[in-house]
């Protein structure tokens, strides 16, 4: 049992982070990319990145990667991709923290992989172990991915969540699948925690008026639903 002082300090202590969805997030939508030079960044993500370091948050990928238990590709395979993705941020100044990724899926071919697991976005468990491994306050963060898998995965682990908005997703129903903001980009996203959570907040109301197109034409809803209360 630990002392309650330094529980309250090791509260104290704990440090912010910007989850990131990777494929179709931080780079190019591709259909199960295989090779580092598939992964490309989005224009733009690099500088914005070394700015929301600059600001003290984590950077950690939150990645599905159900291409390992269909056999699509290894570990090594996997791993190579992600040094090829951390060399072209580091040539932006950007250092990820870490990377988690899910290589589990109920229908694969490799028995070991294919299985119903906690880690598969839109279940929280990576972002739940990051913020055991990385000491994160999951509430001090944020979850950004363009699909609502990544936004219910970022809500049911207590994080503030941002759809990038490719124009695949509906409106969501369920208060779990819907996003505190949309962004019409990763760059836009990174710009709204800025807004949040920088020093200066004053850009929050014009950063955050974005709306699907298609959700537009469903009529007025509310965004910016607040599911964490302080
Ligand atoms: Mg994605
Ligand atoms: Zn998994």
């Known amino acids: 049992m630990k002392h309650r002082l330094e529980h309250r300090l090791e509260h104290r202590l704990r440090q912010r982070a910007v989850f990131l969805d990777r494929d179709g997030t931080l780079v190019h939508t591709r259909h199960y990319p295989s090779r580092p030079e598939d992964l490309q960044l989005y224009n733009g993500v690099g500088p914005a ?92 963060s944020w979850m950004i991915g363009d699909i609502l898998d990544d936004v219910e995965a970022g809500n049911r682990a207590g994080c503030r969540t941002l759809l990038v908005d490719l124009g695949t997703e509906p409106r969501a129903r369920s208060p779990l699948r819907h996003p505190t903001y949309v962004a019409r980009d990763t760059v836009h996203a990174l710009r709204i925690i800025e807004a949040a959570d920088g020093a200066d907040g004053a850009g929050m109301a014009a950063e955050t008026a974005y709306l699907p197109a298609s959700w537009r034409l469903a009529g007025a809803v509310a965004t910016g639903v607040d599911l964490h209360d302080d």
Not at 62 to 67: C, H, L
Not at 89 to 107: E, K, S
Not at 114 to 129: D, H, T
């Open 49 to 140: 990145l070394s700015r929301i370091q600059q600001l003290g948050f984590q950077l950690v990928v939150i990645t599905n990667q159900s291409a390992l238990a269909r056999g699509f590709f290894t570990v090594g395979d996997l791993e190579c991709m992600h040094d090829h993705l951390r060399d072209c941020l580091a040539g932006w100044g950007v250092r990820l923290d870490a990377i988690y990724y899910c290589p589990h899926h109920p229908d694969g071919i490799v028995p070991k992989l294919s299985v119903r697991c906690n880690c598969r976005k839109p279940r929280p468990g990576m972002l739940l172990r990051a913020a055991k491994d990385l000491n994160i306050s999951l509430k001090k």
